[in-house]
């Protein structure tokens, strides 16, 4: 049986690119991308990384993998930006994570292979947003159309318009 309380090892990532979008500032940011509808975005690839990007051209969604660098602590129970009463962090998507790492999907416009840009819609991620990891979105493994979402069922709806504040810095 292992030891819960001390982690068995610490991990080291290094960006694969970084996250362009016209979100300067984290207040005012929508909280989901489909709260970012039509916003558009580049992602800049780094040199060693673009081999990668073969093939990628045939996707209408990727998944963003990012490290949310602008958070500097974490708690474990966050009053979300959809409700008002205190949740645990891991049934929330709130940024002040044990890991700070975020997850968006997004849509794929345009894959530049040489320039090692890609032109990428909903986006909902601070410009400079270090790039941990891209993965094709595939609907038939990655969708589950009417499972249980807990607490959010009764407010998701709400993510469209909701803009995030300074909650989390």
Not at 29 to 47: D, K
Not at 70 to 82: G, Q
């Amino acid at each position: 049986m292992h030891d819960t309380q001390d982690p068995p090892a610490t991990f080291t990532y290094a960006p694969v690119g970084t996250i362009h979008s016209p979100f300067r500032d984290i207040a005012g940011m929508p909280i989901q991308p489909n709260g970012a509808r039509g916003t558009q975005g580049t992602i800049e690839i780094f040199a060693r990384y673009r081999e990668g990007l073969l093939d990628l051209s045939g996707f209408e969604r990727v998944i963003l993998i990012y490290a949310l660098h602008k958070c500097v602590d974490h708690n474990l129970t966050v009053k979300p930006f959809l409700d008002t009463t205190p949740r645990g962090i891991f049934a929330t998507r709130s940024p002040k994570r044990p890991n700070a790492i975020g997850l968006s999907v997004v849509r794929l416009l345009a894959v530049d292979m040489a320039g090692g840009t890609l032109t990428i819609e909903d986006v909902d991620v601070l410009d400079g947003t270090p790039l941990l990891d891209l993965k094709p979105y595939v609907p038939v493994f990655d969708a589950y159309p009417g499972s249980r979402c807990g607490w959010l069922e009764s407010v998701c709806k709400n993510a469209e318009t909701t803009r995030s504040d300074d909650r989390f810095r």
